[in-house]
């Protein structure tokens, strides 16, 4: 594998796989990993710190805030009204190409489901009425339940021009690249 300039003229993929290195994958060969990029993909990490929008700069621990501080966010239409008011440039910004909303969405679930898990463990482990036991059983069922739920968001296929899509994995998507930009 390559790794360094990109050439400009050729197809590239975008891995949106957490455990894997790369972030775009070239036609040639050329590897982009997340230490080639000007900014991480928030897709990759879970950090607090990941960019989910990145027109906007909203991050993991801003949905965290809001959904904490009121119990939502408004960070979803808040940036729907940007779009339509026509300050958005993700086909730039957004390491996919793409609008963010749908991974902005996709984070408020994850988030929200982690903080129900822990707002029901706390609950719980104030209960006087329950055991030991119970209390670990109980912690153990919600930390299982979270994971389940927070795996199921996968990225979204799409076969390169010329391929179909049995031949493509769930978490690699086309896209075009606008290099000045990301690298």
Known sequence: MMSGVVPLRQGYWLCREPECDAVYFGEDATVLTASDMNVAPGFKSKSPDALVCYC??????DIEAELVAEGRTSIPDRITAEVKAGNCACEVRNPSGKCCLGDVQVAVQEIS???????CV??????????????VTLVGILLAATAVGSSACGGVAEAPSGQDDATTDSTVETVSLHIEGMT
């Open 56 to 61: 906007f700069q909203h991050r993991r621990r």
């Open 122 to 135: 706390d609950r719980a482990m104030r209960s006087q009425s329950m055991t030991r036991m119970q209390r």
């Open 113 to 119: 489901a982690e903080l129900g898990s822990m707002m």
